[in-house]
Nanobody, 126 residues
Framework: QVQLVESGGGSVQAGGSLRLSCAAS????????MGWFRRAPGKEHEGVAA????????FYADSVKGRFTISQDNAKTTLYLQMNSLEPEDTAMYYC???????????????????WGQGTQVTVSS
């Protein structure tokens, strides 16, 4: 069983930056698929970015390409999401998710991930 704990959310003005962290423990975290998702009020979960911890392959939603960067630490126990040039439309609860195994079929799809953190709020003001 993988446990995930997010941190790093907060309030920032448009154009600013935040870095989210997700501490992973339990299970074989060195070879899993991990992703960041977000849910804005009244909207469905949106896959933001994903990473395969074994290969380092990354995937991004079109809405964040060039602005967000997903990465992991050398110990492969912490996942990061560096968010630059934030926009009010990025306001949402951000969740870290994990799936066992080195890859998933569709890395930005919510149903691929059985393990979820509690979320961290990101608010971007104009």
């Amino acid at each position: 069983q993988v446990q995930l704990v997010e941190s790093g959310g907060g309030s920032v003005q448009a154009g600013g930056s935040l870095r989210l962290s997700c501490a992973a423990s339990g299970g074989t975290v060195s070879s899993v698929s991990m992703g960041w998702f977000r849910r804005a009020p009244g909207k469905e979960h949106e896959g933001v970015a994903a990473l395969y911890t074994q290969t380092g392959s990354t995937f991004y939603a079109d809405s964040v390409k060039g602005r967000f960067t997903i990465s992991q630490d050398n110990a492969k126990t912490t996942l990061y999401l560096q968010m630059n040039s934030l926009e009010p439309e990025d306001t949402a609860m951000y969740y870290c998710a994990a799936a066992p195994g080195p890859r998933v079929w569709r890395p930005l799809m919510r149903h691929e991930y059985p393990y979820w953190g509690q979320g961290t709020q990101v608010t971007v003001s104009s």
